[in-house]
């Protein structure tokens, strides 16, 4: 009963809870980090060194008025931000921050759970979050942001192509599905899959800057195109929920990375016997290091790097990604025939 | 007990939400009713064991067809003011007959064919492989290569015609 | 009462009727076509039911293949309403007779 019912629910309420907070401080990182690359400050007035920014924030965003456009269908019109977070969320119940750990006199795993189709289920998710893009353009009954919905949905399903046929490749590798064995594929094989697939890595990475709306990809919401995109028409907290899905998104494809290429939690160069100081950094704390590392990666980016145009965008996600992916799977397939 | 409660919660919300889809009058909140009832069509997979096509119900179906529907309906809605979909020349009673005999003809095939006595389980033959998702790669790439390259030629054609149909000019 | 496949076999009945409804009785031809998509999943709950109870993989195997033959089919029937859309501004099939003389 405790183990089937009480603790994966402390678990879920331990990583919900972390993962709200995280993506609130990640708007405050973000505002820090493109303020340093610009030789600013950012925020430093809220707190020490601007600290408590993200409390400012959620404070102004929830006594804002909530303006609902006239003749906007009013469920679809709530409902879309909401179907934009939740499979946000959802995903991280088969992310694996460890292995099993000894806790007050019990094996804990660290994680919720792990189905033994675990990375299916992370795809199909992601896939039913581009609702909340289309319903939100959709629903405010007004030009544009229908037109930017169309076109930030359009880039989404274009670019899931091809992240999905790098992850096929990385599941050839491991030869299952599920997010632990990968990891534990990556123990056994003694490399991390950044290493044994660079050009799916590569892929992986582009592809998920696309998948979060991220620049250079961010055409379908930037301020300076189709003013403000598919989330013109809402305020207040439905505004600060679409924002929110973002940042957790971007969160979830740096867990999703490193879980499937930077080797999870596990510790760099476990054979070099030198380093076995490391062992002491709890397996939980490098997985944390290497989401952060990516989370630094996707802000440094965003501080330097132009826009892509629409037609720029589609070009390089059809035309480029998508046959560099099919070729990387072809090579894989080859390489492990004739190596078994 | 537990999966009798499951099976009959998700059975419900997949007939209520199909009868939701059929009798919207507004086609956008049709649109969205069949996607809620494909991811309970999803659950009652899992329910049976089949995790693998419960994962690919909600990939292709309600991500992949039901977004393309979604778009269609949005573009055609441009245009169109929303009218009223009462249609004089509507045979709805016509409808309902000819329903209600389809039904009562599936189930009373049903139903007579598990009045007879039990088949035999075909054995599947020996698999090295255990697992749902090994299962039906193995049988995908042995048994049924053939069936299996063949529905990849047709969404390869099919690919092909939607993009020739869509185009403005040839 | 344990749940029987003849349990899921009356859901997948149901279901197909429900569907048969949507093609009969709508003059919307996108709402046909997603009631065509609930007859297909009545018979994908139909066939892995059965795939269930004799414990044979070959069920499944045929819904991954009706799943692909349902996508095939909705984004040709969507391409060819979208070409007749942009010639007639309809939707209602009853408008649909530009072959009769």
């Known amino acids: ?340 | 007990m537990a999966q009798a409660i499951a099976f009959y919660f998700i059975a419900a919300c997949i007939l209520g939400f199909a009868v939701l889809v059929v009798s919207t009058k507004d086609t956008v909140h049709s649109v969205l009713f069949l996607v809620l009832d494909f991811l309970f069509v999803a659950a009652l997979y899992v329910l049976l064991g089949a995790e693998f096509l419960a994962a690919i119900q909600i990939l292709v179906y309600a991500g992949g067809i039901v977004v393309l529907y979604l778009f269609v309906v949005m573009l055609v809605n441009l245009k169109r003011p929303p009218e009223a979909h009462s249609d004089p020349h509507r045979r709805t009673m016509l409808g309902f007959l000819l329903a209600g005999a389809v039904l009562v003809e599936v189930g009373a095939i049903a139903i007579y064919g598990f009045s007879q006595p039990a088949m035999v389980p075909v054995p599947g033959a020996a698999m090295p492989v255990t697992g749902n998702t090994a299962q039906i790669g193995w049988l995908l790439y042995t048994s049924y290569l053939i069936p299996f390259e063949i529905a990849s030629m047709l969404l390869l054609v099919a690919m092909i015609g939607a993009i020739v149909l869509a185009k403005r000019e040839l | 009462m344990p749940i029987t496949t003849t349990h899921y076999i009356l859901l997948s009945a149901a279901l197909f009727t429900i569907g048969v409804v949507g093609v009969m009785v709508r003059r919307n031809i996108i709402i046909i076509f997603m009631s065509i998509e609930l007859i297909l999943n009545a018979v994908n709950i139909n066939l892995i039911a059965f795939s269930q109870q004799l414990q044979n993989g070959i069920g499944q195997v045929f819904a991954i293949f009706v799943i692909a033959v349902a996508a095939a089919e909705a984004a040709v029937g969507l391409g060819i309403i979208l070409a007749f859309y942009r010639n007639k501004e309809t939707v209602n099939i009853d408008e649909m007779n530009v072959m009769r003389s």
């Open chain 1, 1 to 340: 009963m405790i183990d089937t019912l009480v603790i994966p629910l402390l678990k879920i309420v331990i990583v919900l809870n972390a993962t709200l907070v995280a993506v609130t401080y990640m708007v405050l990182l973000e505002r820090k980090v493109i303020a340093w690359a610009q030789s600013r400050l950012g925020p430093m007035r809220v707190g020490p060194y601007g600290i408590l920014q993200p409390v400012a924030d959620a404070i102004k965003l929830m006594i804002k008025e909530d303006i609902t456009p006239v003749r906007a269908d009013k469920w679809v019109f709530t409902a879309a931000p909401i179907i934009s977070m939740v499979p946000a969320l959802i995903v991280y119940a088969v992310i694996p921050f460890g292995p099993e750990v000894r806790l007050f006199g019990r094996q804990v795993t660290l994680y919720i759970t792990d189905i033994n189709v675990g990375l299916l289920f992370i795809v199909s998710v992601a896939s039913v979050g581009v609702y909340g893009i289309i319903l939100a353009g959709y629903a405010s009954n007004s030009k544009y942001p229908l037109l930017a919905s169309l076109r930030a949905s359009a880039q989404l399903i274009s670019y899931e192509v091809a992240v999905t046929l790098t992850l096929v490749s990385v599941i050839m590798m491991a030869g299952s599905l599920s997010m632990v064995s990968i990891v534990r594929a990556q123990e056994s094989q003694r490399m991390w899959y950044a290493f044994a697939q660079p050009l799916a890595f590569a892929i992986f990475f582009i592809g998920g800057l696309a998948e979060t709306n991220r620049a250079p990809f961010d055409m379908p919401e930037a301020e300076q195109e189709l003013t403000g995109g598919f989330h013109t028409e809402y305020s207040g907290m439905r505004f600060a929920l679409f924002f929110l899905a973002e940042y957790a998104n971007m969160i979830v494809v740096s867990s999703v990375a490193t879980t499937l290429f930077l080797g999870g939690w596990l510790r760099p160069f476990p054979n070099v016997a030198f380093l076995s100081f490391l062992d002491f950094v709890p397996s939980w704390t490098w997985f944390l290091l290497k989401s952060f590392f990516f989370l630094y990666v996707f802000i440094w980016i965003r501080a330097t790097l132009p826009r892509y145009r629409y037609d720029q965008l589609m070009r390089l996600g059809w035309k480029v990604l998508i046959p560099l992916a099919i070729a990387n799977l072809v090579v894989t397939g080859i390489v492990k025939v004739m190596l078994l």
